[in-house]
């Protein structure tokens, strides 16, 4: 079965620092991969997503994330944090060929100070 | 705007006092899950259906079921609470294939 690692549990910022969290999967074959955003007391929402293409991928509100195949890594990034970016991220990872069920890793607590 | 409707946003229950949480969709997805979600952890799959296939994570507690009558409701029921089972409940629904997912905004149980 595949497993997801998140290994930054708690990131703390200071707005317009730059920012990557790091997603690690275990998985051989291939996969489709996402990140989603919680906000305090809100729903998972989905900040962007990878099936195929171009392994740089780019979401909503700024953010990017990058798809290593060689090592096994989807990690988000922006430039410039604000503060509306504290929040719940998580990683998660679905493999392709008819699975629809995805795994999701911990989470990262990103906390942006003004 | 289509979506995926939980209610109520927080329920307190006792503990061992049968509890149903409800979820609906306008999406017309074919795939809808419950997860469960504790503090700083990942949310974890209790199960999901696919149309009216209900598939059952093998570690759900049986505590847990589940019932979806049409495409646009599904229902989970824990039958005797524990304190064990206060956690963040959340819906969330994809079209057959893969899809981003539609999350709700979750149902909050406290048990006391």
């Known amino acids: 079965a595949q497993s997801v690692s998140q290994h930054n549990h708690h990131v703390i910022l200071s707005e317009a620092a730059s920012l990557e969290l790091g997603c690690n999967y275990s998985?051989?074959?291939?996969?489709?991969l996402f990140w989603y955003v919680q906000y305090p007391g809100q729903h998972l929402q989905l900040l962007l997503k990878y099936f195929s293409g171009d392994p740089l991928v780019k979401g909503i509100k700024g953010f990017e994330a990058e798809f290593i195949k060689s090592k096994f890594s989807f990690n988000l990034r922006k430039p410039s944090v604000q503060w509306s970016d504290t929040a719940e991220y998580f990683c998660a990872v679905i493999p392709s060929g008819g699975s629809y069920i995805p795994t999701f890793g911990r989470g990262t607590s990103l906390i942006v100070h003004p | 705007d289509a979506m995926v409707i939980q209610n109520p946003r927080y329920q307190v229950t006792q503990f061992g006092k049968p509890v149903t949480l409800s979820c609906s969709q306008t999406?017309?997805?074919?795939?809808m899950y419950w997860y469960q979600q504790k503090s700083s952890q990942a949310p974890k799959l209790l199960f999901h259906y696919y149309d009216k296939d209900f598939n059952n994570e093998a570690d759900t507690p049986d505590n847990f079921q589940s019932r979806r009558p049409n495409t646009s409701f599904c229902f989970l029921d824990i039958r005797s609470p524990g304190l064990g089972d206060a956690a963040m409940y959340l819906c969330a629904t994809t079209p057959a294939g893969i899809g981003g997912y539609t999350f709700g905004s979750g149902t909050r149980l406290t048990v006391v």
């Open positions: 999406l017309n997805h074919n795939v």
């Open positions: 998985y051989g074959g291939t996969v489709n």
